[in-house]
């Protein structure tokens, strides 16, 4: 029982470079969503995924986009990474509904030089 | 601006002690309270939730108050143990559409033996 899987779990970057985070649930949730976590700044949304085939922007969208692959699988992409985006980056999942939690996974973290 | 406000930034508290979290937010229409634990390397998991209906909600050593005319929501842990130790995040969300969730800047406690 995997739950939430990210790949890669530590990555570095020099500015300028791409890369995609890739996340993958196993429990058949609805709902997927990509954060970023920054000291003293809590989780910050990026970007989320209320079903298969549709995405919107959360808090903090620009430099980064997403794409739903499937029910599964939601993939987070930095087109030209800025040192800035310098983060831990969580993926998680939810079932819609009243009441249900998200589950996490255990985070990539991120540098860029 | 953050959704959600929590208060301390840090805490330590002695073995057997209270520990208490505090959290406000302005947004009427959050219907649902979740706190989260994290371990260093961790990514978040779901502790305790509470939606507005309610003013307490206790599980074992953690129990969850809200007071919804204050806006306001803590989390107390008793007896607090060592391996309480870890980041608490509460958060708030409307339990419908996307079911996004707005966390707060979190609060690293650490248990004193």
């Known amino acids: 029982n995997a739950g939430v899987t990210q790949t890669p779990k530590f990555q570095v970057l020099k500015t300028g470079q791409s890369m995609t985070l890739q996340c993958a649930q196993d429990m058949n949730h609805n709902s997927m969503y990509w954060y970023r976590q920054d000291p003293g700044m809590g989780l910050r949304l990026i970007y989320y995924s209320a079903s298969e085939g549709t995405t919107d922007k959360g808090e903090v969208p620009n430099g980064y986009n997403v794409s739903r692959l499937n029910k599964r699988e939601f993939s987070l992409r930095l087109e030209s990474a800025a040192p800035s985006q310098t983060s831990v980056y969580f993926c998680?999942?939810?079932?819609?509904?009243?009441?249900?939690?998200?589950?996490f996974g255990s985070g990539t973290r991120l540098t860029v030089v | 601006q953050q959704q959600v406000k929590q208060s301390p930034q840090s805490l330590i508290v002695q073995k057997g002690g209270i520990s208490i979290i505090n959290c406000a937010y302005e947004n009427t229409a959050f219907d649902y309270f979740p706190w989260y634990q994290q371990f260093p390397g961790k990514g978040p998991a779901l502790l305790i939730a509470i939606r507005p209906d309610v003013s307490e909600k206790k599980e074992g050593r953690f129990t969850i108050s809200f007071n919804k005319s204050a806006k306001q929501f803590s989390l107390h842990i008793m007896d607090s143990q060592p391996g309480d130790s870890a980041t608490y995040f509460c958060a708030a969300s409307i339990q419908t559409g996307a079911n996004n969730l707005f966390f707060g800047t979190g609060t690293r406690l650490t248990v004193i033996p």
């Open positions: 998680a999942s939810s079932e819609n509904g009243q009441g249900n939690g998200y589950t």
